[in-house]
């Protein structure tokens, strides 16, 4: 049995090992792949210590250090956590096998809303961004569509406009979801191109983005936009559904926690873009999965209680 089975293997999940495994604890990692948003940085300038770094490269010293104190590491999906008694659960994964632990951490994020269109896919990384606070930079007097129309589309525009870029936003309605204080700001700044009743109809390049095709949602005419990239603003799914029967989630699917990392069940913890913690970057999650591994030792070990659920 292991005494944590952290689930996630992005940036909070994988400080969470480093931490668990330098209190003793005999801890595995469990995610369908390694990096989390992080590998889909092409280029990251804002993490301490690195004064440039792809996100693959970041995140493999993230998995290289937590291997080396001890972490085991294992690839698959979870479908299921099940408390089967007092520091005793088992980790039900989709190929039908299970593991054993006496306390979870979570940290399996949240995954951008996909545009299930052309190119997706091949793009996604090589001009295809869903990070405008981590890509903004390396577009600086080019050209790049923003696609959304609520806070996140808005602000990416802003950001984009500040370094140089030249924007266009793409949003299907006519009538924007964000507040109206930010369409206010938006709409004042120059150089920025609305195109609005228009939805995403694929992505083109060869090596990199060059060309973002568009289709008009009520006569149904295309076109295509010759640019640099384009950012995906559309929001993020949240999937608890392994632990739903057990821990708090809110509306939007994320996991409720306390300020020191404890969920509303004893013995199950999380941290990092599954929670409601605000602003999405790798250094806040890392510091999360850092605090909830100390909370966790804390719980398994009988220390004095901190968090309002850990009591």
């Keep these: 049995m292991y005494d944590v089975v952290i689930i996630g293997g992005g940036a909070a999940g994988l400080t969470a090992a480093i931490y668990a ?4 604890l005999k801890t595995l990692v469990i995610s369908p792949e390694y990096g989390g948003q992080t590998n889909l940085t ?3 300038e804002n993490y301490p210590g690195f004064i440039v770094s792809t996100g693959w490269d970041l995140m493999a010293k993230f998995k290289e250090h937590a291997e080396h104190f001890g972490a085991e590491t294992r690839t698959g999906k979870v479908i299921t956590v099940e408390k089967k008694g007092e520091k005793q659960f088992h980790i039900h994964f989709d190929d039908g096998s299970k593991e054993d632990c006496k306390a979870v951490i979570l940290c399996h994020g949240k995954l951008p809303r996909p545009l ?5 896919k091949e793009f996604l990384g090589r001009g295809l ?4 606070t981590c890509d903004a930079p390396l577009y600086k007097n080019k050209a790049v569509a923003v696609i959304g129309g609520g806070n996140a589309a808005l602000e990416a525009v802003e950001e984009l406009q500040h370094v140089g870029a030249k924007v266009t936003l793409v949003h299907r309605r006519d009538q924007f979801r964000a507040d109206e204080i930010t369409v206010k700001k938006v709409k004042a700044l120059e150089g920025v191109t609305f195109i609005l009743n228009h939805a995403p109809v694929a992505i083109k390049g ?5 060309c973002f095709e568009i ?3 009520n006569t149904k005419q295309k076109q295509e936009l010759k640019l640099d990239g ?3 603003e559309i929001g993020h799914v949240a999937d608890s559904t392994m632990v739903k029967d057990l821990c708090k989630l809110n509306p939007a699917g994320e996991v409720i926690v306390d300020d020191a990392g404890n969920t509303s069940c004893p013995g199950i913890f999380a941290a990092g873009d599954i929670t409601p913690v605000k602003y999405k970057q790798t250094v806040i999650a890392a510091g999360e999965g850092a605090k ?3 909370e966790c030792h804390r719980w398994l070990t009988g220390g004095k209680a901190t968090g309002e659920y850990s009591k």
């Design 21 to 24: 495994c330098r209190k003793a």
């Design 42 to 44: 092409s280029h990251i």
């Design 116 to 120: 299930n269109i052309p190119g997706e």
């Design 129 to 132: 961004s869903t990070c405008a």
């Design 206 to 210: 060869d090596k990199y983005v060059t």
């Design 215 to 217: 289709e008009d949602v």
């Design 230 to 232: 384009v950012f995906s």
């Design 292 to 294: 909830a591994a100390l």
